[in-house]
């Protein structure tokens, strides 16, 4: 609040529980949004202080395995332009946040773990510009005659 001259922020995407969620919904400037990601605290927060939504203040929840559930089309849409955003030539010779935690592209599902733990500190960062190489152990016949 001290740095927004006690304005608030536009936007928390966060995965935060308890009295941290709570301190950073009071954190939010009028109209604006809080994009909860965390699953530990959606069915157990009791709690959630109501004042803000006097000022028109939305709390969502985003959950990325749903949408691909329900509807696929719209996952698409939403990695594209995740995508473009990311691969924009723009955004590239942006200085990152740090500290920083990097991860190549096969460990994107990783990286969506380690945030919703709530255990990370500062950034992680998918890197989507380097091709990654997926690891394939062989299948020895013996032990694939055991799978069948």
């Known amino acids: 609040m001290q740095m927004t ?34 699953k530990r605290d959606i069915n157990t927060i009791k709690d ?6 006097d000022d028109n203040i939305s709390f969502c929840s985003l959950d990325i395995g749903r ?4 509807n696929q089309d719209l996952m698409r849409c939403i990695m594209t332009q995740v995508e473009d955003l990311v691969l924009h030539e723009t955004l590239l010779k942006c200085a990152s946040p740090y500290p920083l935690t990097i991860f190549q592209r096969l460990g994107f599902e990783d990286a969506l773990r380690l945030l919703q733990t709530g ?30």
């Open 5 to 38: 001259g006690g304005r608030g922020v536009n936007v928390v995407f966060g995965s935060l529980s308890g009295q941290a969620l709570i301190e950073s919904w009071r954190c939010l400037a009028p109209l604006d949004r809080f994009v909860e990601i965390g």
């Open 48 to 53: 959630l202080p109501m004042e803000p939504f």
């Open 67 to 70: 949408i691909m559930d329900h």
């Open 119 to 148: 255990r990370h500190a500062r950034k992680l960062v998918v890197d989507w510009t380097k091709p990654d190489k997926i690891k394939v152990l062989p299948i020895v016949p013996a032990t694939y005659s055991k799978l069948i």
